[in-house]
């Protein structure tokens, strides 16, 4: 049976569409917006009046943690995650053990995943084996098994020249290298944001710099080498403005940034909250409000979770110690729609660009539109909806968010992925 998704506002921004429509879907793909007739002999009705109806989201920066590392999350915990925030894609980063590095650990998350059904997981694969920045990976073959972008994530390559042989081999195949941008020198075990707040609290810190050097150094060897170059979760002032100047300049450069880093400020550590430590860290209000700036004039393409899992006693710890990382994809949606939709400083589908079509481009795989023939892969969003995050609740392993309590407008009511409805209202179909 078709499903119909009748009385909502599509809003499409691969093709600028933006007004009250019904969608059907045949099979596993879209198969007509319109005016449609409520036929319940033919159709399966999902009445959406009132709700938002947009491509589902493409989370680029994930850590599913397996292999390895289960006890975190899994590839079945992690894509539930997903589809309860109306995420029908995720990019998972290859900190796994063993490392996503070689062809046929890239073709058994991706088997597993499609198994699972919950979610598309596209493995990103490591840049060097075992991502200790000695050796390249095998990328030609990762990519014949389906890597869609290539990084080292929070292993940055120190070595330029090795950085830019990898950038040149990644040239060639027209992928993007994804860079975690940290001068390890620099930041050298800091634990939180470098300022007097770190003084006052006697936990070292980690400038600002550690960041925009390596923006700058990284962003140098994409121009030389013609690379696509895709920046991780930017966090600082300094290093929106390089990223700002070189896309006027025309390198390839992209970028990212998360929630936690244009709704939280450093002040979220005090007390020692471990659920507030990541890296890169949290930083001043300046930097907030240059991330926020960069998300509206299109320098920052794309918001990502950097979903980060750790069991409870990695975070329950003393801070020196903690795990580094936040969960985020059970309140991407909320937080973007609370802290830049509802104070209007981007509107409904200016964010499905930024969290669907562009991370959708950047990673080159078929999503981020409502196209006819496209593949069903929907989420209805309510921008009304009070939502108080509560941690017990998540479909994730894990429960490391700073944002437990908070009250936020605007959720996920219903998931499609290849045309069957995944999750709604809340639950797991």
Excluded: W
Excluded at 53 to 68: I, N, S, T, W
Aim: overall charge negative; aromatic content about 4%; proline content about 4%.
């Amino acid at each position: 049976m078709q499903l119909l998704l009748k009385g909502g506002r599509v809003v499409d921004p691969s093709s600028n569409l933006d007004k009250q429509a019904d969608l059907l879907i045949t099979d596993d793909v879209i198969s007509e917006i319109g005016d449609i007739a409520a036929d319940e002999s033919k159709y399966q009705i999902e009445d959406v009046a009132g709700k938002i109806v947009a491509p589902g989201l493409v989370d680029m920066h994930v850590h599913l943690r397996e292999p390895g590392f289960e006890y975190k999350e899994d590839i079945e915990s992690g894509s539930k995650a997903a589809a309860i925030s109306g995420i029908t894609s995720v990019a998972c980063m290859p900190n796994t053990k063993p490392a996503i590095d070689n062809k046929s650990i890239v073709e058994f998350i991706r088997e597993k995943a499609k198994s699972i059904g919950y979610a598309k997981v596209y493995p990103i694969g490591a840049l060097t084996k075992d991502m200790i920045s000695d050796e390249m990976a095998e990328i030609g073959d990762m990519l014949e098994g389906g890597a869609a972008a290539f990084s080292d994530d929070a292993f940055p390559i120190a070595n330029s020249g090795l950085l830019r042989r990898i950038m040149e081999y990644c040239f060639m195949f027209d992928v993007p290298v994804i860079t975690h941008c940290e001068d390890k020198s620099l930041s050298d075990d800091g634990l939180m944001n470098e300022g007097l707040l770190s003084d006052k609290m006697g936990l070292k810190g980690i400038p600002a710099e550690s960041e925009e050097i390596s923006v700058i150094r990284n962003i140098i060897l994409a121009g030389l080498t013609g690379c696509k170059l895709h920046i991780a979760h930017v966090s600082t002032k300094k290093a929106v403005g390089y990223i700002r100047e070189a896309k006027k300049s025309g390198i390839k450069v992209t970028c990212e940034t998360c929630p936690h880093y244009f709704t939280l400020t450093e002040n979220a550590v005090e007390g020692y909250n471990t659920n507030a430590k990541m890296n890169p860290p949290l930083r001043k209000q300046e930097d907030v409000d240059a991330v926020i700036e960069g998300l509206a004039d299109g320098t920052i393409d794309a918001i990502a979770t950097d979903h980060a899992p750790h069991s409870i006693e990695e975070k329950e710890t003393e801070f020196a110690v903690a795990a580094t990382g936040i969960i985020g994809m059970e309140t991407s949606l909320p937080l973007t729609l609370s802290n830049l939709v509802k104070k209007d400083i981007i509107d409904i589908s200016y964010m499905i660009k930024l969290m669907s079509l562009n991370p959708a481009k950047i990673l080159g795989i078929n999503a981020g539109t409502l196209g006819i023939g496209k593949p069903a892969d929907i989420v209805v969003i309510d921008e009304d909806a009070s939502l108080t995050v509560d941690p017990s609740k998540f479909k994730s392993k894990a429960r490391n968010t700073p944002f437990a309590g908070m009250e936020l407008q605007g959720q996920s009511v219903l998931t499609i992925l290849n045309g069957k409805i995944v999750s709604k209202n809340g639950s797991i179909i």
